[in-house]
């Protein structure tokens, strides 16, 4: 159980278009989604908190207008890339957090490869 | 915020060593301590974690300790294997908050 999917797992992309990271909990309502990024050879670096039907809340440093997250349900939260450039290039990784006894365990979706060129 | 320091950030052992990894951080309100293993280009895998009332917990070659008053918790593997040659992050975190990861340790078994 508690598997979480990201689609698509790799994308291409040119600079300046918008670009879409879906991540879905399959067998588990998440009540709270993650949003990281990792540059090659570093940390996963938090994006932004997302509740379902609220407001994301956004790490410091992290634009808001650039990196749109919606989380209608809660079973699906997306990140949207606006105006992608090339030093967007990154693996970006979600999480999905639903109540498992006491521990807020987080699950991670296997990640997106963005590459813009 | 949480402040999260690691260390080694790289590692090499023979396989068969022992190899620890130390995590120190700054919230004091943290009672989740996990750690994770990321191989490259795939998601973080949690590997073992311990609650702050815990002092130590052991998964067969694995182990972390916890040392609330100093603030850091160690992870311990024994009887490396090339198979456990990849980057490990720790990321304390208080209940119903996100995991803030440290820098990350390669490690490298050799065989």
């Known amino acids: 159980g508690a598997v979480v999917s990201q689609h698509p797992s790799w994308v291409i992309c040119k600079s300046g278009t918008s670009v879409k990271i879906e991540c879905r909990s399959l067998?588990?309502?998440?009540?709270?989604m993650f949003w990281y990024r990792q540059f090659p050879k570093q940390s996963l670096m938090l994006m932004a908190t997302?509740?379902?039907?609220?407001?994301?809340?956004?790490e410091q440093g992290v634009e808001k207008d650039k990196f749109l997250i919606n989380h209608a349900s809660l079973t699906l939260s997306t990140l949207t890339v606006t105006s992608a450039h090339p030093e967007d290039s990154s693996f970006y990784i979600c999480?999905?957090?639903?109540?498992?006894?006491?521990?807020?365990?987080?699950?991670f979706g296997p990640g997106t490869r963005l590459t813009v060129l | 915020g949480e402040n999260v320091e690691q260390h080694p950030s790289t590692l090499s052992v023979q396989e068969g060593d022992s190899a620890v990894i130390k995590c120190t951080y700054s919230?004091?309100?943290?009672?989740?301590f996990p750690w994770y293993k990321q191989e490259l280009g795939k998601r973080p895998q949690l590997i073992i974690d311990?609650?702050?009332?815990?002092g130590e917990k052991k998964d067969q070659r694995i182990a972390v300790t916890l040392n609330k008053t100093a603030k850091h918790f160690s992870l311990h593997i024994t009887e490396t294997q090339p198979e456990d040659s990849a980057v490990y992050f720790c990321?304390?975190?208080?209940?119903?908050?996100?995991?803030?990861f440290g820098k990350g340790t390669t490690l490298s078994v050799s065989s």
């Open positions: 999480s999905a957090r639903g109540l498992s006894g006491s521990y807020n365990e987080q699950f």
């Open positions: 067998d588990f309502q998440a009540t709270t």
């Open positions: 997302s509740n379902e039907g609220s407001k994301a809340t956004y």
């Open positions: 919230d004091s309100a943290s009672n989740y």
């Open positions: 311990i609650r702050s009332n815990v």
């Open positions: 990321a304390p975190f208080q209940a119903g908050t996100a995991l803030i």
